[in-house]
């Protein structure tokens, strides 16, 4: 109280154009913000003052960029919206299982986030979704889709219904990577003789070439060059295009594939339309061969797990697989134990003496 009786003013502290403050804790220089829609930030700048005042000064001329176009904005616009637009001008341009696979994902984002505003979700809801998701399910589902979470996020900001993506930041879960199973010659022999129809095919061609399910079953005509023997694949999992050479088995096999007149599909129905699943067919092939726990992306495992066994290096291994990243080849590397044997060996050898 002051002499008059009365309570002083409240004091609410603002963001200052300058304001950087040093964390003696770890080091970092820290820089105090307020962005545009109101909401006070504090995050690590850097490690000395004078560039942690020119980051926060880049993040201040963004938040002003951003405070002139707000106008630009859906403000009202909400998260079932989003989906909807999604399902019409984006999913349509996926491959059929790209397409089933997040149309089981979009309910239940859409029961998770419900009739919120785009404005309104924040990263705390994005992780709170994550950590929930984690103790129902195992992290690969849950990272699989985190992944349909940040692409419709990621669609709004390219839109302009946000300015940035509350998922961004928002790491993905650490993945065990379970022992694979991978057939041998005589178990794939079997397996092919047990398939029957389009599906005998369709699996000598996964063997032959290494194809995920989805990139197999959108496969186009104009992806397969038999002149040169190439088979491209234009729309991976990675985002990158890469180019299998096709042997006598994969050329024979797609030669022997009825063209649907009109349809640009390799494997598609008598209307044109591709496959949506093989499951069945393959499973009741893996039935009547007397392979148990078999499932078609083991097929993608024979296929690298043959190479690797042949000697064949790693790094075309994963070339032809389309592997993001060198780690994920590396599963198969215990499959050539005479290299590493051999390379250990090495040292023994005795140097030419110049």
Known sequence: MNEQGQAPPVRTRKARREHVYLDTRTGWWIMDFVDAWGRRHREKAARTRELATQVRRKRLDEVDRQKAGLGLLAADLTFPVLIRKYRESVLPKKSPTTIRRE??????LEATFGDRRLLQVTQEDVEAFQSRRKDQVSAATVNREMIVLRRLLSKAVEWRYLWDSPARRVKQLREQNRPFRYLTREEADTLVAACVGHVRVVVLVALHSGLRRGELLALRWRDIDFARGVLTVANSKSGRMRHIPMNETLREALHGVERIVGSPYVFCNADGKPYGTVKTGFWGACRRA??????????????????????????????LLGHASFEMTLRYAHLAPDQKADAVASLDRPRAVS
């Open 103 to 108: 149309e089981e994902i979009l309910p239940r």
């Open 290 to 319: 007397g392979l148990e726990g078999v499932r078609f992306h083991d097929l993608r495992h024979t296929f690298a797990s043959w190479l690797v066994i042949e000697g064949k290096p790693l790094a075309v291994v994963r070339e």
